[in-house]
């Protein structure tokens, strides 16, 4: 960015990042991006900004939705421009893509803030030359955040003692000393809000170290701007379908956006 002479603080809307995209091409050859063909990384955070989803509230299938198809079509347009490029491997966490980024391959990702400890693991040629910034918006006064993720959290039946893990879950993920380590262990941002304005989040450690010190500044501002997802029945059908079919056939294979979410609303429909 500052070798193209951009300042992301000036990146506002979607349109900044594609005209910033174009700078930071024409100035230094990198794309600005990389968009995944195996993951659901690269729509699923875009859709929901604008308060779409592959499923309804009520479990009907979405997938094939206008807002869809115009994000899926702009992810493809920044192809055609060749501002961004396929990820290397597949997906974000691919080791290829890790190899690519830390060479500086890219100048920038949108993942959620859990990827902290993905680039402090497997990208440390890139610390102190990242920084973490609200997405940007599709419109003036739009959300600028989504909230993706996260990882299922069951005591399985075959536990000796249910109850007592239960309890020692919801100690380590819900109290604030919990959520405290959470974060100083893993980079992950707490699900108690009280946590956020702790000392111990505070404290300087890996990911502040790697990302500045503004990390929590940055969740709050956009703590009320993440919309919802809609989970039901369909939820592991419609991420494989996104997965293995859509985001390669539209941005590997560039078929059309519009009929390759049709085929793949469809089959969804088709197991209703």
């Given at each position: 960015?500052?070798?193209a ?160 893990a ?82 390669f ?24």
């Open positions: 960015m500052d070798q002479g951009v300042n992301p603080d000036n990146i506002k809307l979607w349109s900044d990042y594609e005209a910033a995209a174009k700078q930071v091409l024409a100035k230094t050859g990198k794309p600005m991006v990389t968009l995944e063909t195996t993951d659901v990384w690269t729509l699923w955070p875009l859709i929901s900004q604008q308060g779409s989803d592959f499923l309804g509230k009520d479990g009907s299938v979405t997938l094939d939705n206008e807002t869809n198809i115009k994000t899926l079509t702009f992810l493809q347009n920044l192809l055609k421009e060749k501002v961004a490029v396929l990820t290397p491997g597949g997906n974000q966490h691919a080791e290829e893509n890790y190899g690519f980024m830390n060479k500086g391959g890219a100048a920038s990702v949108w993942m959620p803030m859990w990827y902290m400890g993905r680039f402090t693991d497997y990208m440390p040629d890139l610390k102190g030359k990242m920084i973490i910034r609200p997405m940007p918006a599709w419109t003036a006064g739009g959300f600028r955040s989504a909230g993706m993720g996260g990882t299922g959290t069951v005591v399985t039946n075959q536990s000796k003692n249910p109850d007592l239960k309890k020692f879950l919801a100690y380590a993920k819900l109290s604030e000393e919990g959520g405290e380590q959470i974060w100083s262990q893993l980079g992950f941002d707490p699900v108690r809000k009280q946590v956020w304005d702790s000392p111990a989040v505070k404290a300087q450690n890996k990911f502040t170290d790697y990302f500045g010190n503004n990390i929590f500044d940055v969740l709050k501002e956009v703590s009320n701007e993440i919309n919802p997802v809609n989970v039901g029945a369909l939820t592991p059908a419609a991420s494989d379908v996104v997965r293995k079919e859509v985001m056939k539209a941005l590997h294979d560039m078929q059309d956006p519009a009929k390759v979410l049709k085929a793949a609303a469809d089959e969804l429909r088709s197991q209703q």
